[in-house]
C-alpha cells in the first residue's frame, strides 16, 4: 500500500513515521537503519561533543543510507533569555545548525523552548523546521513562530514532561482543530494499532521513541533492553514514573514497551507497523491500495 500524508510529502519518506530524537543515540548506524526501513531516521546533533565529530557522522550518514533523514535539535528546557550564558548556548547551537545546513540537510527537528532562533536560519537556508512540544499550547505558539510542523509527546510517552501534559488522545484531536501545519503524533506508541489511531486521530506521521529502543540496531546494551523487555508497564512504580510529572525520570521507557515482545531490526519493527496496519486496513472493508490523508 502507498502511504501518503502532509509529512511523507515534505520530507519524502516512504512511510509517515520518524525516529525520536535520542540524547546518547541518536547517531547514523542506528539513524540510518530508520531511515533505509522506509521513514525519517534522526541524528541527534548534541550527541557528538564537538563540530567535526558531528559532521563526520552527517558524512557517514550519507554513506550508509540514500534515503531522506533529518538532525535533531535538543534546546535546553528551560526559557533562552538574554544573558551571557544564554547568548553563549544559542551560539553553539546555531554552530550545529551551520554544520548540518552546510552538509545540505533539509530536515530539522527541534525540541524544548525558544526554538524560533533556530527555525528562522532553518527556513533562511531553505529547510524544514519541526517543533517537538509537550503542550498543545506550545504547539500552537511553534505554529505562531514558523514551524513548518509539530510533534506533540503525549503522558504515556517519554522525554521530558510538563506538569500540565495531556494524553497523546487529547493532544492529537485537539491539536488537530487548533492548528493548520501537520502534525506527528508522540507518546506510547509501539504497535499497528496505536499508529494507525494516531493517523485517524489526526496525525499526519506517528514519532517513536521508547520502542524504538527494542530494536536491534539501537546502541542500547542488551541487559537493559532485556530488563525492559521484562518489565511490568501496570506495575505501581512504572506507573508512577510515567504519569507522575518527575524530571528525574526523564529518560524512563515508556507503556510503548508493552507492546514490545521481542528484540527485532527496525526494518522487522516498521514492516511490523505497517503490514499490520494494513491488515485492519482490510479487515475494516479498505480496498483501495492507497491510504492518503491530503
Ligand atoms: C532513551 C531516550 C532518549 C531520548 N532523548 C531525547 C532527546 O535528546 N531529545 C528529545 O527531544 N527527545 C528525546 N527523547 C524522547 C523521544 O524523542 C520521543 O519524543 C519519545 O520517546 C516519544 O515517546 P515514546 O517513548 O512513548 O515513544 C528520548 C527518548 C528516549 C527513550
Not at 527556513?123 to 513562530?145: P, T
Amino acid at each position: 500500500m502507498i502511504w501518503k500524508t502532509r509529512i511523507t510529502k515534505i520530507t519524502g519518506i516512504k512511510y509517515p513515521v520518524v525516529m525520536g530524537a535520542f540524547g546518547g543515540w541518536g547517531k547514523s548506524k542506528f539513524a540510518s537503519s530508520f531511515s533505509n526501513a522506509g521513514g525519517l531516521g534522526i541524528i541527534a546533533a548534541l550527541n557528538f561533543p564537538n563540530l567535526e565529530d558531528f559532521k563526520i557522522d552527517l558524512q557517514n550518514m550519507k554513506n550508509l543510507t540514500d534515503k531522506p533523514f533529518g538532525v535533531n535539535l535538543s534546546l535546553p528546557h528551560h526559557t533562552l533569555m538574554d544573558t551571557n550564558e544564554d547568548k553563549k548556548t544559542k551560539k553553539r547551537y546555531l554552530e550545529y545548525l551551520e554544520v548540518a545546513l552546510n552538509e545540505n540537510i533539509k530536515i530539522f527537528t527541534t525540541s524544548g523552548f525558544k526554538a524560533k532562533f533556530l527555525g528562522d536560519r532553518i527556513h533562511q537556508a531553505g529547510g524544514y523546521w519541526f517543533h517537538k512540544c509537550v503542550l498543545i499550547k506550545h504547539a500552537v505558539a511553534a505554529e505562531k513562530d514558523g514551524a513548518d510542523a509539530v510533534t506533540l509527546v503525549g503522558l504515556e510517552g517519554t522525554g521530558f514532561k510538563n506538569p500540565f501534559s495531556n494524553t497523546t488522545l487529547i493532544n492529537i484531536t485537539m491539536a488537530k482543530k487548533l492548528l493548520k501545519i501537520p502534525i506527528i503524533a508522540a507518546g506510547g506508541i509501539g504497535d499497528a494499532r496505536g499508529y494507525l489511531s494516531a493517523l485517524a486521530l489526526g496525525a499526519d506521521a506517528v514519532c517513536f521513541g521508547t520502542a524504538l529502543m527494542i530494536t536491534k540496531e539501537c546502541p542500547v546494551a542488551l541487559n537493559i533492553k532485556k530488563k525492559w523487555l521484562n518489565m511490568d508497564i501496570f506495575d505501581e512504580d512504572f506507573y508512577n514514573r510515567i504519569f507522575h510529572y518527575n524530571v528525574k525520570n526523564f529518560m524512563s521507557p515508556s507503556m510503548a514497551l508493552g507492546h514490545r515482545k521481542e528484540i527485532v531490526p527496525v526494518k522487522a519493527f516498521i514492516e511490523e507497523i505497517i503490514d499490520g496496519a494494513e491488515k485492519i486496513l482490510k479487515l475494516w472493508g479498505f480496498k483501495t491500495e492507497e491510504f492518503s490523508t491530503l
